[in-house]
């Protein structure tokens, strides 16, 4: 017997179904039977700190602040999304093909260069074993598929993979993608009601200005063509200019060096704790 | 506007049986496996993919040519490294023993890399990695040249081969739930790609698809390539025809029976 009113049994129930998409990552088919895939959950209050590492980063990246607002304004209003955090460790071949897909002529020589000469990882971690990173993807993709059969709304996020690594979740992994899952209704990462009203049309224009220049181009036979961004855009006409940028570059280096790092500070030893007990 | 005709013909037979190979009811099996292998096909082009930009290209291989080219190609591959060869080997056999394969292939990772420097491919904060190792000029990478002595002429953006495995991976979802057997292979994707399939891209993956009593790609046994079910058919025509002729007796007039028999033999 029961009666379950209201929607607080389905965001409880979230977490079931993540569990069981979990299985469904794990039993995703492989490539080189050779990769071993990790999956945790994170939800309610455990999603604040990657909210705040994405805040900054929001700033920077149009994309990731579609993501850290939909996230953020779901949790705000109690429709927190669960998280899975999706890793594994690509950085090493054990294969010994020596295919060249990664750029070294052997699987030897791109170890040595893994464990000594990379960058450490970027925003989503490697250098990668391309044949591994398939396998990783090939889990991600049915955690996804997974999701979509038990209709909960999700979508597979490399900005939550970055404030995964900042934050050091899954530290045994080197690389790192987030599958967010809910709340229980349709179009929350598409399309994204969440988001109405955060752009103004001038500012949407803007963007299809910036990102797809060749709409707006006007005859080019001249060889610096006239840009159509307004009404009467031959009076006076505006011209497209490329240059490095001496704002642009510093807000991104104040975002990843020194806010983001201000805000892992606060939650790296909590996050990395967790681990140490778990071992 | 050509009016849609409705075809109420509707109605046949049509036996179906795994056995005899390539027989007409094998080749009605098949027929259905191929249905099955376009709709994994769909499904890799509806996966996810970095910024929703459109980069699979695919093939289906089927026909008993087809199949052996694909496998003596994978069996030439196999002793070039020892580090695959049984791999190769074992699945060369489940190639000769699949209905379909399906050939997913990404058409951007050699070329048109993601550029959203994620650091992927190098470990790197941005797409030097990539770059500082491919013939290119502002970014735009010359393919042109395809003399690599690689296998896969990397890198590759890492970007990209991640979306090649959703697209692999929602294949294979869309294979487990239509009940086919499939599974995901290196040494299909490599031998293809240098067969020519997918020929826009730089990086395939080959998914053998079957529907058959035994699933093809799992439970092998030992020299898998020396001991499985076409070998072990053509040893028993080899053994058994053998084992006919040193008999000696004239069926129609007498036939050896057992011994300490009480009753006569029908």
Known sequence: MGHLIGKEYCLDHLVEVAKSIVLAIHKAPQITGKTEIQAEILWGDDLEPIIEVLGPVAKVARYVQWDYETIKRCHEKGESPVIINLGAKVSTSNLGWNCGACGFDTCREFNRYSKNDSGGGGQLGGPCCNWKLLDYAIACDWACASAWHYNVDNRIMGSLGFALMALGYLPEADVRLGLALGPPRDMVYYSREEMHKTLDYEQDKMDMIRCVPTMFTGFPGGGNPMYKTKQDWWAPPEYMGVGYSDAAMEVMQEVLYEQVPEIVVKHADAVAARYTKSN | ?266
Request: one cysteine or more; aromatic letters at 10%.
């Open chain 2, 1 to 266: 506007m050509r009016r849609y005709v409705e075809d109420l013909n509707f109605q046949g037979e049509e036996y179906v049986s795994e056995w005899t190979p390539w027989s007409p009811q094998d080749i009605r099996r098949k027929k259905g496996v191929l249905e099955a292998a376009r709709l994994m096909l769909n499904s890799a082009l509806t996966a996810p993919f970095a910024g929703g930009v459109p980069s699979t290209e695919a093939h289906l291989v089927y026909g008993q040519e087809e199949l052996e080219a694909l496998a003596r190609k994978m069996e030439e591959l196999a002793h070039t490294n020892s580090a695959w060869k049984k791999a190769f080997l074992y699945e060369a056999v489940m190639v000769r023993d699949s209905d379909v394969i399906l050939l997913i292939g990404n058409t951007r990772c050699h070329e048109t890399p993601l550029d959203a420097g994620c650091g992927m491919c190098g470990g790197t904060m941005d797409c030097g990695y990539f770059y500082e190792k491919k013939n290119h000029k502002y970014g735009l990478v010359d393919i042109t040249d395809r003399s690599s002595p690689r296998m896969i002429d990397g890198p590759l953006c890492s970007a990209r081969v991640n979306d090649m495995g959703y697209a692999v991976g929602s294949a294979l979802w869309t294979a487990r739930t239509l009940m086919v057997d499939a599974r995901p292979f290196a040494s299909v994707g490599i031998a293809g790609h240098k067969l020519g399939y997918c020929p826009k891209s730089g990086m395939v993956v080959g998914i053998p698809v079957a529907a058959k009593a035994k699933n093809p790609y799992v439970d092998v046994n030992v020299d898998y390539h020396l001991i499985n079910m076409d070998k072990v058919l053509d040893n028993t025509r080899k053994i058994y025809q053998t084992a006919r002729i040193i008999r000696g007796f004239d069926y129609r007039k007498w036939v050896p029976k057992p011994v300490n028999t009480d009753k006569e033999e029908d």
